[in-house]
């Protein structure tokens, strides 16, 4: 779209357009860069207010807070930013901080969409050093991604106040741009309209936000993480716009330890619907259970203005999803995750799907929930042993995308795991978890690139579970653990990572309580399995290894001798 359509179609679309781009985000995130190319798309000028500083005080902001202190640059800062929000057209990139002070704040979203650009520490800590300019990052220092995780940690909630949500990591500056085009072209004008947006950017407490948001560019729905999510249900469907009847999915063991909770919220509501339970298990995430689901709905008279609630782990995620995706060619659905699994991987993402007999996930879609709903506190009745298992995706996380959380993880398994574990700090852990798969799949909805690095530990790790019958001696995230030291040890022999990592990696296992091996599976059939998913081809393997603690790519060179190797000595016993 050139700029004259998108500015025409603004107009059309909502009677005024808006005239004024703020970028905010993290030092080195890429606003400039992005302000850039909107800047030139739109044919307005870009205010960096950086530069303003400098233009205005003759030094740079690096220069200002080390001759003057912060709390006089930050004073200067703002009056700059004051002065820039006053003028349009125009796309301001705003310094790092800018965005903290609610005057500041309330001042930028006056005229401007304000634009959030979010990637992990990581990975702006390796941008930063393709192209240092550590001069121009004053408050960054020498361990410029611990310094990042510090800002990020201050700084994010402010962050998340802004009107879109744009991942800036798996996607090029163009497409970054583009995204933030089409959201101005379409909906800037409805944004900006939010009832009492300007008090709460204005504001100097600032309300809670969701933990995550996914924004593929054509879907964008929040993920709230906490205790207590499941009472304020009936009031975050309201804010989703969700009037309908409810049509809640479930299987028998959390309908039975969380049926009467969620009927009470709904009924005190005054919310109608109705409840299907499927055995617990993966054999219900079948063709079969998902045909009678889909009877019941025209049984229910169900329509496209009402709502599935998917209600448990991963396998009532997967089938409600596709039952969703498919009644009715789709009709809205929510996910309310009780499993850690499901918390922070399956709920995540969109990706629905039904087993048949011949593989597991094999019918399904790529269906965006309307929202994913995790209260903490179900995790209570999760068995110990799938509580684990969930943990398995939570480290893969942390190994791929953000060495900060593998810290944590490090600190305080004891605390995470256990009879009784500490339930704020694993909101905390599911919060940023779910957040990383978050940002990853809004860069990569379709796993075209980017969204691979989520298979780290599964290539070897699904194989185990064809070889050992789903459902039977590995749970999914057991699987995946030893499939990630597979991968490990793969990395080693090709001199991809030290040792040092992988010993880290398999401590970190282990504190949770998950396997390092696969002893006694057959290690023909493991290898049966990877030719069967077709990631072998002439000789060669397709591998996610890590690169170091918090950053994984996929590697498509692994020699098939040496994958054949490592399974075998994976799955020898004693
Ligand atoms: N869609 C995706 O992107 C994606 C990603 C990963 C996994 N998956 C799918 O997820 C499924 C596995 O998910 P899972 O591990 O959550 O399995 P699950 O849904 O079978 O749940 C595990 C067990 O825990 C029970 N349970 C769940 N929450 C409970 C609670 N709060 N209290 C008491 N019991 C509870 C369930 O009844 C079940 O017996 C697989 O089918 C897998 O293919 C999907
Ligand atoms: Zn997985």
Redesign the pocket.
């Known amino acids: 779209m050139t700029a004259r359509e998108a500015q025409a179609s603004t107009v059309g679309t909502a009677g005024v357009a808006v005239q004024q781009i703020v970028l905010v985000g993290l030092s080195g995130v890429g606003k400039s860069t992005v302000g850039a190319l909107l800047a030139q798309r739109l044919g307005w000028p870009l205010l960096d207010t950086d530069d303003l500083v400098r233009e205005r005080h003759g030094e740079t902001p690096a220069a200002l807070i080390t001759t003057r202190g912060e709390t006089t640059f930050r004073a200067l800062e703002r009056e700059v930013v004051l002065d820039a929000a006053r003028r349009t057209p125009a796309v301001i990139a705003t310094g790092g901080g800018a965005f903290q002070h609610s005057e500041s704040r309330r001042a930028l979203g006056e005229r401007a969409l304000l634009v959030f650009l979010d990637a992990t520490p990581g990975a702006i800590a390796a941008r930063l050093r393709a192209a240092p300019v550590a001069s121009e990052r004053p408050l960054l220092g020498d361990d410029i991604e611990a310094r990042l995780q510090e800002l990020d940690d201050e700084r994010r909630h402010a962050y998340s106040h802004a009107d879109l949500w744009v991942p800036a990591q798996g996607l090029e500056p163009e497409a970054i741009a583009g995204r933030v085009l089409q959201a101005w072209a379409g909906e800037a004008a409805t944004l900006l309209r939010q009832p009492l947006r300007l008090d709460r950017l204005g504001s100097a407490r600032l309300s809670a936000t969701p933990a995550a948001i996914v924004d593929t560019g054509a879907e964008r729905y929040p993920i709230w993480v906490g205790s207590g999510q499941l009472e304020r249900l009936p009031e975050r469907l309201r804010q989703l716009g969700l009037a309908g009847r409810v049509f809640l999915v479930s ?4 309908i039975e ?2 049926g009467p909770s969620i009927a009470r919220s709904l009924e005190t509501a005054g919310i109608p619907g109705a409840s299907y339970v499927v055995p ?3 054999a219900s ?1 079948t063709w079969r259970v998902a045909g009678e689901l889909h009877h019941w709905l025209a049984e229910q008279r169900a329509e496209r203005r009402d709502l599935v609630l998917a209600l ?7 089938l409600a ?1 596709f039952v969703a995706a498919t009644y009715l060619r789709g009709m809205p659905f929510v996910q309310l ?6 918390m922070n ?9 039904v ?1 048949l007999p011949a593989g ?2 094999l019918v399904g879609a790529f269906y965006q929930p309307r929202a994913v709903i995790a209260d903490i506190d ?6 110990r042993r ?1 509580h684990a ?2 943990f398995a ?1 939570v480290i893969k996380h942390a190994l791929i995308l953000d060495v900060g959380l593998l810290h944590l993880l490090e600190r305080n398994a004891g605390r995470l795991t256990g009879g009784a574990p500490d339930m704020e700090l694993l909101a905390q852990v599911t919060a940023r978890s779910a957040r990383l798969k978050a940002l990853v799949v809004s860069a990569d909805p379709q796993e075209r690139g980017l969204r691979a690095i989520l298979n780290y530990g599964h290539t070897i790790g699904h194989a185990i579970e064809a070889a050992s019958g789903y459902g039977g001696e590995y ?3 057991e699987a995946v653990a030893a499939g990630m030291m597979a991968a490990g040890r793969i990395a080693v022999r090709m001199g991809v990572h030290s040792d040092d990592l992988l010993a880290r990696q398999a401590d970190v296992l282990r504190a949770f309580g998950l396997p390092l091996a696969a002893p006694g599976v057959d290690a023909r059939a493991v290898l049966d399995a990877l030719r069967r998913d077709k990631k072998v081809e002439a000789g060669r393997v397709r591998f996610v290894l890590l690169e170091r603690a918090g950053a994984a790519a996929l590697h498509e060179d692994v020699p098939e001798a040496l994958v054949a190797e490592t399974v075998r000595s994976l799955v020898a016993t004693g």
């Open positions: 299987d028998a063991n959390v330890a969380h617990a298990g993966e995430k448990g782990g991963g396998v009532v995620g997967d999803g995750p009780t499993s850690v699994l499901a991987d399956a709920a995540i993402g969109g990706k629905v799907a087993d597991k996930n179900t995790l209570r009745t999760l068995p799938s298992e969930g995706e749970l999914h995230g």
